[in-house]
Protein backbone atom coordinates (compact mmCIF):
# COMPACT_ATOMS: atom_id res chain seq x y z
CA UNK A 1 0.00 0.00 0.00
CA UNK A 2 0.68 3.67 -0.73
CA UNK A 3 2.00 5.73 1.94
CA UNK A 4 -0.55 8.73 0.96
CA UNK A 5 -2.76 8.09 -2.22
CA UNK A 6 -4.52 10.49 -4.02
CA UNK A 7 -6.87 10.06 -7.13
CA UNK A 8 -4.84 11.32 -9.64
CA UNK A 9 -8.00 13.07 -11.54
CA UNK A 10 -8.31 15.70 -13.53
CA UNK A 11 -11.27 16.39 -11.85
CA UNK A 12 -13.35 18.81 -13.71
CA UNK A 13 -15.79 21.12 -12.10
CA UNK A 14 -18.08 23.79 -13.52
CA UNK A 15 -17.20 27.49 -11.97
CA UNK A 16 -18.99 28.06 -8.66
CA UNK A 17 -19.54 24.54 -8.14
CA UNK A 18 -17.89 22.99 -5.15
CA UNK A 19 -14.48 20.61 -5.55
CA UNK A 20 -13.78 17.44 -3.44
CA UNK A 21 -10.44 15.99 -3.06
CA UNK A 22 -9.66 13.07 -1.43
CA UNK A 23 -6.45 11.65 -0.10
CA UNK A 24 -5.99 8.67 2.62
CA UNK A 25 -2.94 7.28 4.06
CA UNK A 26 -1.29 4.53 5.42
CA UNK A 27 0.41 5.47 8.37
CA UNK A 28 -1.70 5.30 12.06
CA UNK A 29 1.19 7.44 13.57
CA UNK A 30 0.91 10.23 11.11
CA UNK A 31 -0.35 13.67 13.10
CA UNK A 32 -0.70 16.32 10.69
CA UNK A 33 -1.73 16.77 7.09
CA UNK A 34 -1.07 19.41 4.66
CA UNK A 35 -2.78 20.85 1.55
CA UNK A 36 -0.48 22.20 -0.97
CA UNK A 37 -1.30 24.36 -4.23
CA UNK A 38 0.88 23.04 -7.27
CA UNK A 39 0.67 25.19 -10.24
CA UNK A 40 2.60 24.21 -13.76
CA UNK A 41 5.95 24.41 -13.30
CA UNK A 42 5.77 26.07 -9.75
CA UNK A 43 6.63 24.92 -6.29
CA UNK A 44 3.92 23.29 -3.99
CA UNK A 45 2.21 26.37 -2.03
CA UNK A 46 0.71 25.75 1.53
CA UNK A 47 -3.31 26.28 1.23
CA UNK A 48 -4.34 24.12 4.45
CA UNK A 49 -3.38 22.45 7.35
CA UNK A 50 -4.70 20.44 9.66
CA UNK A 51 -4.12 18.25 13.22
CA UNK A 52 -7.47 17.01 14.79
CA UNK A 53 -10.23 15.21 13.76
CA UNK A 54 -13.23 17.49 12.42
CA UNK A 55 -13.39 20.28 9.67
CA UNK A 56 -10.88 22.86 9.52
CA UNK A 57 -12.55 26.11 7.51
CA UNK A 58 -10.33 28.70 5.87
CA UNK A 59 -11.86 31.48 3.12
CA UNK A 60 -13.19 28.76 0.97
CA UNK A 61 -11.53 25.84 1.63
CA UNK A 62 -12.54 23.09 4.22
CA UNK A 63 -10.05 20.63 5.65
CA UNK A 64 -11.41 17.42 7.28
CA UNK A 65 -9.78 14.77 8.98
CA UNK A 66 -10.73 11.40 9.88
CA UNK A 67 -8.10 9.64 11.76
CA UNK A 68 -9.33 6.72 12.40
CA UNK A 69 -10.45 6.03 8.89
CA UNK A 70 -7.01 7.47 7.42
CA UNK A 71 -8.58 9.90 5.43
CA UNK A 72 -8.18 13.49 4.52
CA UNK A 73 -10.33 15.48 2.34
CA UNK A 74 -10.14 19.04 0.91
CA UNK A 75 -13.31 21.04 -0.06
CA UNK A 76 -13.17 24.26 -2.36
CA UNK A 77 -16.53 26.14 -2.35
CA UNK A 78 -17.21 28.23 -5.55
CA UNK A 79 -14.73 27.17 -7.49
CA UNK A 80 -12.75 29.64 -10.03
CA UNK A 81 -10.79 28.80 -13.27
CA UNK A 82 -7.68 29.84 -11.06
CA UNK A 83 -8.33 26.76 -8.65
CA UNK A 84 -7.05 25.03 -11.90
CA UNK A 85 -4.10 23.41 -10.30
CA UNK A 86 -2.93 20.07 -9.30
CA UNK A 87 -3.46 19.63 -5.13
CA UNK A 88 -0.98 17.88 -2.86
CA UNK A 89 -2.09 15.89 0.23
CA UNK A 90 1.18 15.48 2.24
CA UNK A 91 1.42 13.43 5.90
CA UNK A 92 4.07 14.28 8.46
CA UNK A 93 5.41 11.12 9.43
CA UNK A 94 6.21 12.01 13.22
CA UNK A 95 9.65 10.30 14.02
CA UNK A 96 11.79 10.48 17.58
CA UNK A 97 14.89 10.38 15.17
CA UNK A 98 14.23 12.05 11.61
CA UNK A 99 11.06 12.76 9.51
CA UNK A 100 10.07 13.64 6.50
CA UNK A 101 6.69 14.75 4.60
CA UNK A 102 5.48 12.59 2.45
CA UNK A 103 3.89 13.16 -0.49
CA UNK A 104 0.29 12.05 -2.62
CA UNK A 105 0.84 11.77 -6.11
CA UNK A 106 -1.56 14.75 -6.29
CA UNK A 107 -5.15 15.59 -7.82
CA UNK A 108 -5.01 17.61 -10.90
CA UNK A 109 -8.02 20.28 -10.61
CA UNK A 110 -9.89 21.89 -13.48
CA UNK A 111 -12.66 24.33 -13.10
CA UNK A 112 -14.86 24.91 -16.47
CA UNK A 113 -15.16 29.01 -17.18
CA UNK B 1 7.10 37.41 4.63
CA UNK B 2 10.04 34.84 4.90
CA UNK B 3 10.64 33.04 2.17
CA UNK B 4 13.21 30.04 0.62
CA UNK B 5 15.31 31.43 -1.68
CA UNK B 6 16.94 28.88 -4.32
CA UNK B 7 20.03 29.77 -6.91
CA UNK B 8 20.03 29.59 -9.62
CA UNK B 9 16.42 29.34 -11.31
CA UNK B 10 17.67 27.39 -14.19
CA UNK B 11 21.20 24.71 -14.61
CA UNK B 12 21.94 22.95 -17.84
CA UNK B 13 25.15 20.44 -17.02
CA UNK B 14 26.77 18.41 -19.32
CA UNK B 15 26.28 14.60 -18.04
CA UNK B 16 29.25 13.78 -15.85
CA UNK B 17 29.28 16.89 -14.41
CA UNK B 18 29.06 17.80 -10.61
CA UNK B 19 26.66 20.52 -9.52
CA UNK B 20 25.87 22.49 -6.79
CA UNK B 21 22.12 23.83 -6.32
CA UNK B 22 21.99 26.13 -3.26
CA UNK B 23 19.40 27.61 -1.05
CA UNK B 24 18.70 29.79 1.92
CA UNK B 25 15.84 28.34 4.04
CA UNK B 26 14.53 30.97 6.58
CA UNK B 27 16.44 31.72 9.08
CA UNK B 28 14.57 30.79 12.04
CA UNK B 29 13.95 27.12 10.95
CA UNK B 30 15.46 24.13 12.18
CA UNK B 31 14.72 21.38 9.34
CA UNK B 32 15.71 21.57 6.11
CA UNK B 33 14.65 19.52 3.17
CA UNK B 34 15.50 18.87 -0.70
CA UNK B 35 12.51 17.38 -3.56
CA UNK B 36 12.77 17.11 -6.53
CA UNK B 37 9.94 16.70 -9.44
CA UNK B 38 10.54 15.07 -12.73
CA UNK B 39 8.12 16.47 -15.61
CA UNK B 40 4.67 14.90 -14.88
CA UNK B 41 5.86 13.44 -12.16
CA UNK B 42 5.25 13.56 -8.13
CA UNK B 43 6.94 15.45 -5.54
CA UNK B 44 9.80 12.99 -4.07
CA UNK B 45 11.49 12.80 -1.01
CA UNK B 46 15.47 13.12 -0.95
CA UNK B 47 16.61 13.74 2.29
CA UNK B 48 15.73 15.80 5.40
CA UNK B 49 18.70 17.52 6.94
CA UNK B 50 18.53 18.52 11.18
CA UNK B 51 20.87 19.52 13.82
CA UNK B 52 23.81 19.55 10.76
CA UNK B 53 23.39 16.02 10.00
CA UNK B 54 21.26 13.74 7.41
CA UNK B 55 18.43 12.87 9.78
CA UNK B 56 16.68 10.32 6.98
CA UNK B 57 17.32 9.76 3.40
CA UNK B 58 15.81 8.23 0.18
CA UNK B 59 16.61 5.63 -2.08
CA UNK B 60 17.13 8.15 -4.76
CA UNK B 61 19.76 9.66 -2.23
CA UNK B 62 22.53 7.53 -3.29
CA UNK B 63 26.37 8.21 -3.05
CA UNK B 64 26.18 10.72 -5.70
CA UNK B 65 24.37 12.58 -3.56
CA UNK B 66 25.26 15.16 -0.63
CA UNK B 67 24.02 17.79 1.57
CA UNK B 68 26.18 20.45 3.14
CA UNK B 69 25.11 23.60 5.67
CA UNK B 70 28.19 25.21 5.28
CA UNK B 71 27.60 28.69 7.27
CA UNK B 72 24.15 29.17 9.63
CA UNK B 73 22.41 30.54 6.47
CA UNK B 74 23.49 28.36 3.41
CA UNK B 75 22.35 24.63 2.61
CA UNK B 76 23.16 23.07 -0.83
CA UNK B 77 22.50 19.94 -2.66
CA UNK B 78 25.37 18.59 -4.48
CA UNK B 79 24.93 15.82 -7.03
CA UNK B 80 28.82 14.28 -7.81
CA UNK B 81 28.39 12.87 -11.60
CA UNK B 82 25.05 14.21 -12.87
CA UNK B 83 23.37 11.12 -15.27
CA UNK B 84 20.66 12.05 -18.12
CA UNK B 85 17.49 10.89 -15.34
CA UNK B 86 18.78 13.64 -12.54
CA UNK B 87 16.89 16.26 -15.00
CA UNK B 88 14.15 17.53 -12.97
CA UNK B 89 12.74 20.45 -10.81
CA UNK B 90 14.85 20.44 -7.53
CA UNK B 91 13.11 21.99 -4.40
CA UNK B 92 14.53 23.09 -1.31
CA UNK B 93 11.91 23.04 1.64
CA UNK B 94 12.16 24.06 5.52
CA UNK B 95 10.34 24.18 8.75
CA UNK B 96 10.52 25.22 11.97
CA UNK B 97 9.19 22.43 14.35
CA UNK B 98 8.67 18.88 14.35
CA UNK B 99 4.58 19.10 13.28
CA UNK B 100 5.26 22.50 11.66
CA UNK B 101 4.05 23.89 8.12
CA UNK B 102 6.88 23.05 5.18
CA UNK B 103 7.70 25.92 3.06
CA UNK B 104 9.25 25.66 -0.82
CA UNK B 105 11.37 27.20 -2.52
CA UNK B 106 10.50 28.24 -5.78
CA UNK B 107 13.08 25.55 -7.20
CA UNK B 108 15.72 24.99 -9.25
CA UNK B 109 15.06 23.18 -12.80
CA UNK B 110 17.93 20.99 -13.75
CA UNK B 111 18.81 19.69 -17.36
CA UNK B 112 21.59 17.20 -17.78
CA UNK B 113 22.51 17.01 -21.91
Known amino acids: QKEVEQNSGPLSVPEGAIASLNCTYSDRGSQSFFWYRQYSGKSPELIMS????GDKEDGRFTAQLNKASQYVSLLIRDSQPSDSATYLC?????????????FGPGTRLSVLP | EPEVTQTPSHQVTQMGQEVILRCVPI?????FYWYRQILGQKVEFLVS????????KSEIFDDQFSVERPDGSNFTLKIRSTKLEDSAMYFCASKAGLAEKLFFGSGTQLSVL
Open chain 2, 27 to 31: SNHLY
Open chain 1, 90 to 102: AVNREKNYGQNFV
Open chain 1, 50 to 53: IYSN
Open chain 2, 49 to 56: FYNNEISE
